[in-house]
């Protein structure tokens, strides 16, 4: 009797080993389904969550505009969703006042893409992956990391905040919520095995990787040392079109010079104009604003198609990238 409790027991955890094995193995995958011309576009916005101060307004009234002029599919935040420091709950009453009261045009009613950024790792992370949130505006989508997936498309969007050593050794007088991390090495080591995979495994006509921090940037924080090291090279190794990033609040686009990949920051939701950047005359740097506004972005079998917009909705900066229809497809 004992030793059949004991094996049963055994039987439970051995299962339940495998579903943690299982989980970590696969990030979480969404379906999206292109329009009927074979086309999709989106808009990029990141680090915006200011009760409409700051010109998260403007920003937000533009989007609506060049939102329905693309008919877009859905948005992508790269994080920094709410400042100062993130939800307190999922009941934080920011939500609403930062995104469902102020992303109103009827453009903007599409799913949201979201990720976390450091400043949502300063209060309650788990909130903002809550499904309390979706139940009060069902545009929300948070994850750490996951993958929105259709033929013409697969955009892997990577948890960047907990790469960040300093965030860990050096967090001064900022608390960072690490529950659901554990250790960083393990937790970093496990999805870069992840994210490999699913890079390696995607036949996907383009494919895009989101993350919060920059891998490259001129702006106040500069290039994330740690996704040089860690993140770009399986990028550059998996056919990466474009890496897409918040955290600096600038509008930004810079070549990767090993590699076709471009790194576009979209960072200017709300507060900007920080007048701080570094290294401007590098030679991979094509452009870059100091200001608010947000990035749109148009694909097709053949086509990739982004435009930088500031708050007037003026087009600051395009950028086409084309590739042949090869029999292989
Ligand atoms: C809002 O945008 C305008 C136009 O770019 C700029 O002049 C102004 O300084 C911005 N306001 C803030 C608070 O950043
Ligand atoms: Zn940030």
């Known amino acids: 009797m ?21 989980a970590s193995a696969e990030l979480q995958r ?31 009234f533009q989007m609506g505009k060049v939102g329905e002029k693309l008919d877009i599919d859905f948005v992508v935040s790269t994080g920094d969703n709410f400042y100062d420091n993130g939800l307190t709950s999922d009941h934080d009453n920011a939500f609403e006042e930062s995104f469902t009261k102020i992303y109103t045009a009827k453009s903007l009613q599409k799913q949201w893409y979201s990720v976390l950024g450091n400043h949502d790792y300063r209060g309650d992370a788990e909130a903002q992956l809550s499904p309390v949130l979706r139940e009060i505006d069902s545009r929300w989508l948070c994850l750490r990391s996951f993958i929105v997936d259709s033929e013409l498309v697969e955009i892997f969007f990577v ?14 007088e900022h608390k960072y919520d690490w529950r659901g991390i554990g250790s960083q090495k393990p937790y970093i080591t496990n999805l870069l095995k992840d994210v490999e995979l699913a890079l390696r495994e995607s036949t996907a006509r383009w494919k895009i990787v989101v993350g919060h921090h920059a891998i490259r940037s001129v702006g106040h924080h500069g290039d994330t040392q740690e996704l040089i090291n860690q993140l ?23 070549s990767d010079t090993e590699s076709p990949i471009q790194f576009l920051t979209s960072g200017a939701g709300s507060k900007a104009w920080r007048g701080d950047t570094k290294q401007m005359n590098r030679r991979d740097l094509n452009f870059f604003y100091d200001g ?21 909705g003026n087009v600051l900066h395009r950028l086409t990238s084309s590739k042949q229809l090869h029999s292989s497809m």
Not at 3 to 19: A, E, K, Q, R
């Open 2 to 22: 004992a030793d059949n409790t004991m094996s049963f027991l055994f039987t439970i955890i051995i299962s339940f080993g495998f579903c943690v094995l299982y």
């Open 30 to 60: 969404f379906a999206l389904s292109s329009k009927h011309d074979g086309s999709l576009s989106f808009l990029v916005l990141g680090d915006w969550g200011r009760r409409g101060a700051y010109n998260q307004s403007q920003v937000a």
């Open 159 to 172: 948890d960047t905040t907990p790469f960040v050593h300093d965030y860990f050794i050096q967090p001064q």
């Open 232 to 254: 770009l090279p399986i990028l550059q190794a998996n056919n990466i079109d474009f890496y897409m990033n918040g955290h600096d609040h600038c509008l930004e686009h810079i």
């Open 292 to 312: 608010q506004g947000f990035m749109s972005v148009k694909l097709t079998q053949t086509d990739a198609s982004i435009e930088f917009y500031d708050v007037f």
